[in-house]
C-alpha cells in the first residue's frame, strides 16, 4: 500500500484487520518498561490498539500527531487470547488548517465477543 495521506481517508472506511494473539512475553515488557507497574486493563486495550493502527497503517506520512484518545473496555485481554481488530476511517476533516482523522479500533476474540473500542483523534500531517 501507498503512503496514506490525507485525502486517502474517507469516512465510513475499513482500513484494515489485524489478528494478534497476545503472550506472556508481550505481557511481559510492561514490566521493562514501566518497573512495578503491572499493566491495567485499559493500558493493555490502548496499546493493542496502538498495535493494530501500527500495523495495518505502516506507511504512514512522517510528522503526523496523536492528540486524543477515547477508550471503551468491555473485558480484560488476558495471555492467550486472540485478538481480532478491525481500524476504520470515523472521519477526516480540515480544523483551523489543520487535517484531523478520528479513527475506531474495535476489538473481539475470535468467537466476536468484544474485548474494546477505541478512538484516536490524529493531526495527520500532509
Do not use: K
Not at 505481557?27 to 496502538?50: K, N, T
Not at 479500533?105 to 474485548?115: I, M, S, Y
Amino acid at each position: 500500500m501507498p503512503t496514506m495521506t490525507f485525502a486517502d481517508f474517507v469516512p465510513g472506511t475499513v482500513l484494515g484487520n489485524d489478528r494478534f494473539t497476545v503472550d506472556a512475553w508481550w505481557l511481559a515488557q510492561w514490566a521493562i518498561a514501566v518497573p512495578g507497574a503491572a499493566p491495567s486493563p485499559g493500558a493493555i486495550a490502548m496499546a493493542l490498539a496502538m498495535r493494530s493502527y501500527l500495523s495495518i497503517l505502516r506507511d504512514r506520512t512522517p510528522g503526523n500527531l496523536h492528540a486524543r484518545q477515547q477508550l471503551s473496555v468491555r473485558r480484560a485481554v488476558a495471555a492467550g487470547d486472540t485478538v481480532m481488530s478491525r481500524l476504520t476511517c470515523e472521519s477526516a476533516e480540515l480544523r483551523h488548517e489543520r487535517r484531523r482523522v478520528v479513527l475506531a479500533v474495535a476489538a473481539c476474540d475470535a468467537q466476536g465477543d468484544a474485548f474494546f473500542e477505541a478512538r484516536m483523534t490524529i493531526l495527520w500531517a500532509r
